[in-house]
């Protein structure tokens, strides 16, 4: 039987803040002797498709449970998205501009951000996203979007921001940065993963996922197997049914032999 593997980016393939921005010579081993062994192999980030650097796009991952589980490809088909609600949107918009608040509109395929959004460029230039993916000239009426990132320069609008979590919608705060992000109740990573899995027909027993951030809690604890790296948090560990070695230890080269093949 067919398995589905998911996997983190950030502290799980890769960890850049802490100098580790391509995935090791071991791990993408092993990953493609997954592949070799007809299962399938998958992101599965918070990230938009823009923010994906080449290497990822071009190693030969099966598929991508994006901008937390709102849109999900596997090759080069969209099997599932969930896009935010445009007049929603664009009233955020229009508020955001009112406060000065820089932000990204994250889409299918391109993220769209103004040029006046300064800050908000330089951030993610040295978070190595390209710029490739990134459009300043656009109209919110002409777009899908599926998450939305913010950058606050004040009060007032950190104060925004915090007023928006609805039914709805959530949001998360990097408060070092006064940086949000704001997505939908609707998806997760794990409601990307279920429809990955049910459009392949493989059976969640047969389904695992890499992961070490709170944001991997309910793709960890919804799979039938959850493999936490070393370097996640306790909490995180918790709701895993494996541990693996740390991201710079090969953790997933470890796993990937240990628990799946």
């Known amino acids: 039987m067919k398995k589905a593997v ?97 932000y990204i509109l994250q889409g299918e395929i391109d993220s769209y951000m103004k040029e006046h959004c300064k800050e908000f460029y330089s951030f993610f230039d040295n978070a190595n996203v390209s710029r490739n993916y990134l459009k300043s000239d656009f109209n919110v009426e002409d777009i899908e979007t599926y998450k939305i990132e913010m950058l606050c320069k004040d009060k007032e609008g950190v104060n925004y921001c915090l007023s928006l979590g609805t039914d709805d919608y959530d949001y998360m705060h990097h408060e070092k940065l006064d940086a949000f992000e704001l997505y939908s109740k609707k998806v997760t990573k794990a409601t990307g993963i279920l429809k990955a899995l049910e459009h392949l027909n493989i059976p969640i027993e047969n389904s695992y996922a890499f992961g070490d951030g709170k944001n991997d809690i309910e793709m960890l604890s919804t799979v039938g197997c959850g493999i936490a790296m070393g370097n996640a948090s306790d909490e995180v560990k918790s709701y895993a049914k494996k541990v693996t070695e740390t991201v710079h230890n090969n953790g997933i080269a470890f796993g990937i032999e240990n628990f799946i093949l």
């Open 6 to 102: 998911f996997f983190d980016i950030d502290g799980t393939l890769i960890d850049w803040v802490n100098g580790l921005i391509d995935i090791t010579p071991e791990v993408k081993e092993s990953i493609r002797k997954l592949q070799a062994d007809g299962h399938y192999a998958f992101i599965a980030t918070g990230r938009p498709y823009a923010f994906l650097s080449e290497s990822l796009l071009n190693f030969g991952f099966d598929g991508f449970v994006l901008t937390n589980g709102a849109h999900v490809k596997l090759n080069d088909n969209v099997i599932y998205k969930e896009p935010l609600n445009k007049d929603f949107v664009k009233e955020l918009v229009d508020n955001f501009e009112k406060r000065n608040i820089q």
